[in-house]
């Protein structure tokens, strides 16, 4: 069994979303003796966003020689991707949305062809044979029931992509209210660890 662990925040030993995506993969590892890990921190190795040039390389143009080597990157995390049965990704909200870093991820997976189809039934979903768990954290609260419910472009974000891919109930571990104030802070990173650590091993 192969786990892809994937952190996208720029904070390094002060994340919280890292510290919960570490838990989450050390409870895996614990329910999945010989579990083979890769890890990825797209902030200390980043991709390059896609250009127009990357496009057309896509599409059958010889790249230019300044871009192979991020060419190269993007077919990695792209095999990494698709050789994991379990992904893990420490996610966490900046701005109301993902890290800049993910999406640069983001859109080196979704590959047509790969990840997802276009047929005349619409778009089919080509990895739903994976387990995907984020770890979300977020300075204040933005749940369904909240007057800042409509600004939450993160989970809502990556439910959507995940399930346009084919992977339809990602789980989500979230720390909320990270930012209110030491005591929440505190209630939310202490909740999401428990959460981490009780993650069923299917």
Same mark, same amino acid.
């Given at each position: #069994? *192969?786990?892809?662990?994937?952190?996208? $925040?720029?904070?390094?030993?002060?994340?919280?979303?890292?510290?919960? $995506?570490?838990?989450?993969?050390?409870?895996?590892?614990?329910?999945?003796?010989?579990?083979?890990?890769?890890?990825? +921190?797209?902030?200390?190795?980043?991709?390059?966003?896609?250009?127009? $040039?990357?496009?057309?390389?896509?599409?059958?143009?010889?790249?230019?020689?300044?871009?192979?080597? +991020?060419?190269?990157?993007?077919?990695?995390?792209?095999?990494?991707?698709?050789?994991?049965?379990?992904?893990?990704?420490?996610?966490? #909200?900046?701005?109301?949305?993902?890290?800049?870093?993910? *999406?640069?991820?983001?859109?080196?997976?979704?590959?047509?062809?790969?990840?997802?189809?276009?047929?005349?039934? %619409?778009?089919?979903?080509?990895?739903?044979?994976?387990?995907?768990?984020?770890?979300?954290?977020?300075?204040?609260?933005? %749940?369904? +029931?909240?007057?800042?419910?409509?600004?939450?472009?993160?989970?809502?974000?990556?439910?959507?992509?995940?399930?346009?891919?084919?992977?339809?109930?990602?789980?989500?571990?979230?720390?909320?209210?990270?930012?209110? %104030?030491?005591?929440?802070?505190? *209630?939310?990173?202490?909740?999401?660890?428990?959460?981490? %650590?009780?993650?069923?091993?299917?």
């Amino acid at each position: #069994m *192969k786990l892809l662990h994937l952190d996208s $925040s720029v904070l390094g030993p002060h994340s919280v979303s890292r510290q919960v $995506s570490a838990a989450i993969v050390d409870r895996l590892r614990k329910t999945h003796p010989g579990i083979e890990v890769t890890y990825r +921190d797209l902030t200390t190795t980043p991709l390059a966003h896609l250009s127009g $040039s990357h496009l057309a390389a896509s599409q059958g143009a010889t790249p230019e020689a300044s871009l192979q080597a +991020d060419i190269a990157a993007g077919q990695q995390v792209l095999d990494e991707f698709l050789a994991a049965d379990i992904v893990v990704l420490g996610a966490p #909200m900046y701005n109301f949305t993902i890290p800049t870093q993910l *999406k640069a991820w983001i859109d080196r997976i979704l590959v047509a062809g790969k990840t997802f189809k276009y047929s005349a039934a %619409g778009v089919e979903g080509l990895a739903g044979n994976k387990r995907v768990i984020v770890a979300v954290s977020r300075g204040g609260f933005y %749940g369904a +029931d909240t007057p800042a419910a409509v600004g939450e472009h993160l989970e809502t974000y990556l439910r959507w992509v995940f399930g346009f891919i084919g992977i339809t109930k990602p789980e989500i571990i979230s720390a909320d209210g990270i930012q209110v %104030g030491p005591e929440h802070r505190e *209630k939310a990173v202490s909740g999401a660890l428990q959460a981490a %650590g009780n993650l069923d091993a299917a």
